[in-house]
Structures are given as C-alpha cells and as structure tokens.
C-alpha cells in the first residue's frame, strides 16, 4: 500500500477518516477496536486531516493531537486483553499534514477491553467485541454477531488455514508439544502431539540406528555429516511430522553425544577463505550451490582467490534461523543443543557449534563475519582456542 494513495479510496473496513483526533479517549480507543477486529485483508488506517464527505485535505489541526510516545501510554493503560500493533506517521500533501494511524494486521483477534473505559461519560465496555462492517463501526451499547467473533477465534486458533499452516503456527508454541512413546509407529524412538490439536505429531523414528559406542577397531561410530561429529557417538536418523495419517514434512535428525543431544540436520553454508596470513578475504555461498556472493563458482576460481596463487581453504558454517520451522522443531527436540553440544572438528568444519542467526539478520554476512573472527583467533597465538 502506497501511504500517499489512501486518500483516494473511499471508506471500508480497513479505512476510516477523521478531519481531527478525537477530543474523547474512549471514542478513540472504541474506533482502534473496530478496525482491528475487521474482517480486513491486510492493516488497517485511521487518517486525520481528511475530511470523509469530500475526501477534501486539511492540515491536521493540532488540537488533541497525539503522538506514538503519548497513545502507547493511554492504551497500555486501558486494559486490552492484547494491545494491537500500531503506528503512526506523518506524510504531507500540497503542504498539508496528514495522520496516519497504522493498525497492523495480526492473528490475534477477537481485541476486547477487560476492564470498562470511561471517558467523560463515554464507556467503551469490557468483555465486548466490536468491530466494522464496511464503513460503519459498531456502536457503542451493540456487539459483533456471533458469526463474526466465532471466525475471530478460529482465525486465532488458525482454524481458517490449511493443515500446513497451522502446523508452521503450533510449531513455535514450543511449550505445548507433549513426548510420549508411540507403539503405532514402527521403529519409532519418541513422539510428540501437540496438546491443544493432537492430530498434529511428530514421530522421532530410527533409520539404521543401533546404540554403540564404538566400532570393532574401537573408534567412535559418528554419522557421516560434519555436524554428526561429537564427543559421543552419533547417527543420523529421520523425523516425520502429521496430521492425522498425513504426512506434512520430514527429514533428518542426528543422535548425538550417545543420546545425551539431539539436532535437527540444520542449514549450511559453505565459506571459501585465503591461506594468505593476515585472512582478509572470505567467500560465502548462496542459497544457489556452491556459487558465492561475489558470483564466483567454486570450480572456476575460487580456488586460486590469492595474488601469490596459494590454494584456499573450505569449511562448513551449520545454523539455523530463529522462528523459522527447524527452530521451532529443535527446540521442542532439544533447546540446548545450540549452547551444549561439542562438536568435534573435521576437514571441513571451522566451528564447534551451530548457530541460532537471529530473525531479519543477513545470513552471508553473519557467516562471513563468524568466519573471519574465527580465523582472526586461530591465528592469534595469544587466544584462547575454546571460544569457538
């Protein structure tokens, strides 16, 4: 939505405009309320400074104008059951300030108050669902019908999606998946079912899996990727998640340290550095195999990255993201295991753990950065060697 383009539409659901902000508190938070319960498709916007008759600008006058700062406080203050996401800006148009009050579109209504707001006489009343059919609110003494709160809640509880969905939903709600041992499911280690839908589960299953500590020339047995490698023995085995009889995702989990940890095979990305001392240069792959961010393909130069043409190196960066559907799995499986799980080094590994890379964070440049401080400690005579 272009933020210059809102005072070409006309009044909806998702758009209501006032020519000043309200003198009253509890109208304001009555009008919030409707337009977050809407049945709108995307966020929704209160524009000050617009006349609604004509669509006509006007500068928004400053009498009872707020602020962020100032409408954070009042509704932290009015007892929401969940105080809606919001913002506001200011844009101008033929010289004119206009409001604009954000409303962002989320999962969580029904948005009610739990306690009553009075505001000189005006009582915006608790328990209440209001909302916005079209262009008109619900009034004050009314409610929502009970269709429309019924889909509210369904809409909350991820009812309205399909199966695949929910589950990326319920898989975050970590604290409600439920182990248990499945005797249904052949050559099945553990299980989970998530407790407020337990047609959704996740089998932990074996593939090859014996429980050793070390092979007949008394090594110790570790599965063949390169996160496998640990103080203990480790195997690489599937998982495979569904709802009811149907299968929504799989894949690999490896046991780790003799079944003291458990890890959900994470993402990886091969990082291509200098033998060159000081390490000044560092190449990482993209999500496209094996070519980097520089477009330089492995096969054809990468290999000779350094004027006196010494060969470089190559290791493997193991991560997952925070909030995304491995996160969540893992830390249903095993929270710890990016904190407490030793890895033990290989020929392709810089690092001895892997990494939880935070939401919204460029990834090449995060592996980049990790890289180049590793190589800095490993070549840093007077660093300790555990940091990795």
Known sequence: MNIYDLINYPESDWLDFKSEWHDNIANLILDVLCLANSDADGDRYLVFGVNDKDHSQMCTPENNRKNLEQINDMFSKANFNRVPTINLQTIKINDAEIDIFTIKKTKYRPYFLTKDYIFSKTIVRAGVVYTRNGAVNTSK???????????????????????????????????????????????????YYYAPFPEFTIDFKREDFVDYASDSFGNLK???KFWGHTIGSSVDSVYVVKYFSTILADGKYTVMDNHRHYLINPHSRYVWYSSKKPITEVHVETEEDFVTDTGLYMNHGLERINDNNMYCNRANVGYHVEGDFNNGLQKILDKDVYNKCTFVSDDEQITHKIYLIPKGVNITEFVRAETLRILKLENDPNSPKDIK
């Open 141 to 191: 003494i009314s409610t929502a019908s009970e269709n429309q709160i019924a889909d509210m809640w369904r809409e909350r509880f991820g009812l309205t999606l399909t199966p695949m969905d929910r589950l990326k939903i319920y898989i975050q709600d970590t604290g409600n998946w439920t182990r248990f041992s499945n005797p249904i499911v052949d050559d099945c280690v553990f299980s």
């Open 222 to 224: 570790q599965s063949n």
